[in-house]
């Protein structure tokens, strides 16, 4: 079972430009997270997916910010516009609840750099 | 609004040396308390979930505790080895608007020295 999958895994965009992120949940799992690492920092919550809904949006940036977790593939997450504040590392975690207990499995992340 | 702190926010040890991080957390409304390893440029390895019903949880070398009570987890790391050279974050699952989220600290950057 390959684990939780982020592509690409370093992104170079220019301030203006669009930065797509993408992230395969490991099987079985129709929940995803996205979380925003600022250097020196720790993980950020940004937006809780189920498939095909949006569950809980309440960490990410209302403007030029949005995602979506389709009934077939990947989750995205898309930056519009892109500025040099977001550059920063973006994880994505899959999850699946077992006996009432929900464990997250993070993927690699995707680094973002805005020139 | 929870909020996490990791001290200190970076260790250098001798190999060997026996050590303890710390994490304060402060609404002891907590679903678990989960410790994370982040190596330079990649994710996050889960090391230990401690569940708020528990008090420690041990894996090899490593041992966690958890007093909900007064928010407090500390990560012990028995005869450090330079492999465990990293930085391990803290985070307490919590529910926050709604949904269950979890919460981070920034992290203890822990170097072990040969």
């Known amino acids: 079972n390959a684990g939780v999958m982020q592509n690409p895994r370093h992104l170079v965009r220019r301030r203006g430009q669009e930065a797509r992120l993408r992230c395969s949940p490991m099987k079985g799992h129709s929940h995803v997270y996205w979380y925003r690492q600022l250097p020196e920092e720790g993980l950020k919550f940004m937006v809780y997916l189920q498939k095909e809904n949006i569950i809980d949006e309440s960490g990410m940036p209302k403007e030029r910010f949005s995602a979506e977790f389709p009934k077939e593939g990947p989750s995205i997450l898309r930056i519009q516009q892109v500025v040099r504040g977001d550059s920063a590392a973006y994880f994505c975690?899959?999850?699946?609840?077992?006996?009432?207990?929900?464990?997250?499995?993070f993927g690699p992340g995707t680094r973002l750099l805005v020139l | 609004k929870q909020e996490v702190t990791q001290i200190p926010a970076a260790l250098s040890v001798p190999e060997g040396e026996n050590l303890v991080l710390n994490c304060s957390f402060t609404?002891?409304?907590?679903?678990?308390l989960q410790w994370f390893r982040q190596d330079p440029g990649k994710g996050l390895t889960s090391l230990l979930l401690?569940?708020?019903?528990?008090r420690e949880q041990t894996s090899g070398r490593l041992n966690a505790s958890l007093d909900k009570s007064s928010g407090r987890s500390t990560l012990y790391i028995a005869a450090s080895q330079p492999g465990d050279s990293a930085t391990y974050l803290c985070a307490v699952k919590t529910r926050i608007g709604g949904s269950e989220k979890l919460v981070f600290g920034k992290g203890t950057k822990l170097t072990v020295n040969p």
């Open positions: 975690a899959s999850s699946v609840r077992t006996g009432g207990i929900e464990t997250q499995y």
């Open positions: 401690i569940q708020s019903s528990q």
């Open positions: 609404d002891s409304a907590i679903y678990n």
